[in-house]
């Protein structure tokens, strides 16, 4: 089946600095990848749409100077969380359609649990 | 604007006892339907999907959904619940008739006795 991997997995950074979030496509290509959040025992919440060759697109209430996100190539988005702040501690996940039959299918990253300190 | 409901945060049952975990869309046109499992400090894996023709849908680890037009539901099912799968169960609806953008359930944990 597709895969898609994060990295790092975990992350402890302190209050200030800046966190990069790896995101690939391992056996496909994705035009489009997904960033979400999941708060603990909550569901996954869109935080923008990353776009190979353009700007992301970002969820209402979602900070772009803060959630920076480059989609470098066909297979990989990254999400760099600038000047961290304890409320970011979250779980990030990502995602890549994958074309099938009828329609695309939502391929998830392991996700990365980013705690800021 | 889509969403989905699930209507169970947390449902309890013995192994080997029937499963069926609730869901709820409100979508305007025929939905994209998807049902994901999450375990503790996993990704989200696909359990079966629905876009359109037999509204009876087989899944991966014995898993099957039905989806009911008239109720607007997509209701997660087994037969004999397993201890591994334990876990967090979410559903999901495609933004505008496709499957690129989702809306996730607030997910239902559930928990299995030996």
């Known amino acids: 089946g597709a895969v898609v991997s994060q990295h790092p997995s975990r992350v402890i950074c302190k209050s200030g600095t800046s966190v990069k979030i790896e995101c690939r496509s391992l056996d496909f290509q994705a035009t489009t990848m997904f960033w979400y959040r999941q708060f603990p025992k909550q569901s996954l919440m869109l935080m923008a749409t990353s776009n190979e060759g353009s700007k992301a697109t970002y969820e209402q209430g979602v900070e772009k100077d803060k959630f920076l996100i480059n989609h470098a190539s066909l297979t990989l988005s990254t999400l760099t969380v600038t000047s961290a702040h304890p409320e970011d501690s979250s779980f990030y996940i990502c995602?890549?359609?994958?074309?099938?039959?009828?329609?695309?299918?939502?391929?998830f990253g392991p996700g990365t649990r980013l705690t800021v300190l | 604007a889509q969403s989905v409901t699930q209507p169970d945060i947390h449902i309890t049952v013995s192994e080997g006892a029937s499963l069926e975990l609730r869901c709820n869309y409100s979508y305007g046109a025929t939905p994209y339907l998807f049902w994901y499992v999450q375990s503790p400090g996993q990704g989200l894996q696909l359990l079966l999907k629905y876009f359109s023709g037999d509204t009876l849908v087989q899944g991966i680890k014995g898993f099957e959904a039905e989806f009911k037009r008239s109720q607007s539901s997509f209701n997660l099912r087994k037969p004999s619940v397993h201890w591994s799968d334990a876990a967090e169960y979410f559903c999901?609806?495609?933004?505008?008739?496709?499957?690129?953008?989702?809306?996730f359930g607030s997910g239902t944990q559930l928990t299995v006795l030996p």
């Open positions: 999901a609806v495609g933004a505008s008739g496709s499957a690129r953008q989702l809306t």
């Open positions: 995602s890549a359609p994958r074309t099938g039959i009828g329609a695309d299918t939502q391929y």
